[in-house]
């Protein structure tokens, strides 16, 4: 028997979840990156949680655990009004159980302060990501961030 053939195949249904769910990620970097409270917003569910401790302990500062999608918009907005940042997301992998989904992403995070180029922290984060679709749309429920590596100057992290 080939264990091929006990395998559900892949929908186009299923591949464009698969999609929408990981634009939610996107939509989440790049509010960021943009300074966009509109797009950032609209990334997140109205109870989401963003956990960046693993992350912020591995540079060596502390970062609440953030709940709610109001709380998270202006505490990321606010830590990081100072840097210009630019964050890239590979490796996107999904699975998705009815209205719930999992992502596991790759994100590189870029901060440069705004003020001065020459410096920079650059991290690549490991994204746990669990997601909910709301009136058609999926939206990050719970994002849980560790830190693979960094490199740069942790000082330009003063303040976030």
Known sequence: MNNHNTQRE????DV???VAVAE???????GIDLRDKELLTASLALDSVSDFRLA??????DY???TGRETIVSALLTSLAQLDTTH?????RVTIDGDTAKLEAMVEAQHVPRKDHS???LMKNRYDVELVRHEGTWVIQRSTVDNVWRTGDVTVMSGV
């Open 10 to 13: 892949c929908t186009v249904g």
């Open 16 to 18: 464009a979840d698969k």
């Open 24 to 30: 939610a990620l996107y939509r989440f970097a790049a």
């Open 56 to 61: 912020a302990a591995r540079a060596g500062f």
């Open 64 to 66: 609440p655990v953030l």
């Open 88 to 92: 890239s997301v590979s490796n996107p």
């Open 119 to 121: 410096r920079h922290y």
